[in-house]
């Protein structure tokens, strides 16, 4: 099942990406449903981004890989940079309803800088 996606964003919204386009409007089941997609899917990617930084993360980003999912933060301190993990389904699928929520506390420890 496909969803539908249309431009037409508000300035202060959460935006929900993926390669077929973003969403402006959406709730939590739309960003579990596009998760779920990405999980059986290596070509696809997943990107939900907060109109401002929510506790240092102004976005969050996942893919899959051989090992699991990866998840990428993008971290808002001066300039923007990512950090990652491999992790669990689960633990993605948290990570981005926390975020979602407004209560997602990363832990800077669990992370690696992204080498580009």
Do not use: W
């Not at 990107?47 to 993008?74: F, I, W």
């Amino acid at each position: 099942m496909e969803r539908s996606f249309k431009n037409v964003g508000r300035m202060e919204s959460f935006k929900l990406e993926n390669q077929n386009g973003a969403l402006f409007s959406f709730n939590e089941a739309d960003i579990e449903f596009l998760l779920e997609d990405m999980f059986t899917d290596e070509d696809q990617f997943v990107t939900l981004t907060s109109p401002s930084a929510v506790n240092k993360v102004r976005y969050v980003q996942a893919c899959m890989h051989d090992e699991g999912v990866e998840l990428q933060l993008g971290i808002e301190e001066m300039n923007t940079h990512l950090i990652h993990k491999v992790c669990s389904e689960e633990e993605c699928k948290a990570v981005f309803l926390d975020f979602f929520r407004g209560c997602f506390m990363p832990k800077a420890n669990e992370y690696a800088p992204v080498q580009f």
